[in-house]
């Protein structure tokens, strides 16, 4: 496991909720200073002897509400409390309809080095019907604007299988991104979430989702479609133009490196323990202020959970799961263990095993939750 950490930050501000959102985030903008203040305090509090740091991530909620002096402040406070190595990732997600070119301009200066573009969709039916702020073409500037003010390393955020969703408005979609020639895509199915509107909107029966079967359709449609044009399929929903434009801090979590994540509802992990900040901003604020840690709970993992959390997140990726190293790590053969089991994966074409490598195929990815599942049953 790798001595470099990572680093979250949890910036949960949006100018308004769209309409599938379940993230922790907030319209009050008012906070953003207390909020800023605090987030600043926790770095302090929790940093310990100066740990090497390789990534850090601004996430949200909608980072590019902060101000460019609020984020340099931040990261000076990193720098001063961790050992950031000097090529260390600094991601950034901008949201379309916040921004300017002056504003990324300032960004790269301070620092950043990718951004995520929060862009959903170049389809306006889709942006309008998921409440998100902007327009296709505030998305499509946003990109022009990161190039011109230096970045390179640009990911775009992309949804899918929204309830009018056909194969041919999702590949005019993705046709639309790939003219932007982004470097990194990260395309996600839509998820319907019981308590965001979308989710009472189906519980009334106002809006039909499409089907699973039409779903899984479109994720392998995606797959190949950016297959054909050299972006690999490297994790269930990220896509990258070569090796090295993958975000190695998504990378991180895949492989259980041990992260920090500052701000409310962000979770940290040291290898063997989670815990998890309040989703309350003022509970968090409340915390911080009276001196606390704005710790919410935590669990340390058993031997079983580690086994199998690190057969989920393998399998989500290209790579899949390297046999000897669980071996070593449990001191468990994975292919006596789950002997049954691998046999049927195998045989049913939703797996294979390659240079000693248990991973799925497009196939199997498309079940990769009953075969966790699967999986779940007989280690737990
Ligand atoms: S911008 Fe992102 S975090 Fe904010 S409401 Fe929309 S999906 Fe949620």
Redesign the pocket.
Known sequence: MSDQKSIYLHI???????V??????TTRLFWIPDYIRCLKKEIERRSGSKKKISTIYFG???PSLLSVKDVEMLLQTIGDNFDVLRDAEITF?V?PGTIDFYYLKELKSAGINRLSI?A?SFNDEKLKF????HTAEQAGNTIDYARKAGFDNISLDLIFGLPFETKTIWLEDLNKALAMMPSHLSCYMLTIESKTPLGEKVKKGLVTPISRNAMLELFKTTSRFLGEFEYEHYEISSFAKGFQNRSKHNAKYWDRTPYYGFGAAAHSFDGNARAWNHHSIKIYIKDINAGRLPVEDSETLTLEQKMLEMIMLRLRTLEGLDLAEFKTLFNISFEAQFKDMLEQILEGSSGLIKDGRFMLTLEGKTCLNSIVEGFAGKIL
């Open positions: 949960p501000f949006c100018i308004k909720k769209c599938y959102c379940d993230f922790c985030s949200g909620g909608t997600e949201n929060g959903q998921s409440g998100r702020i």
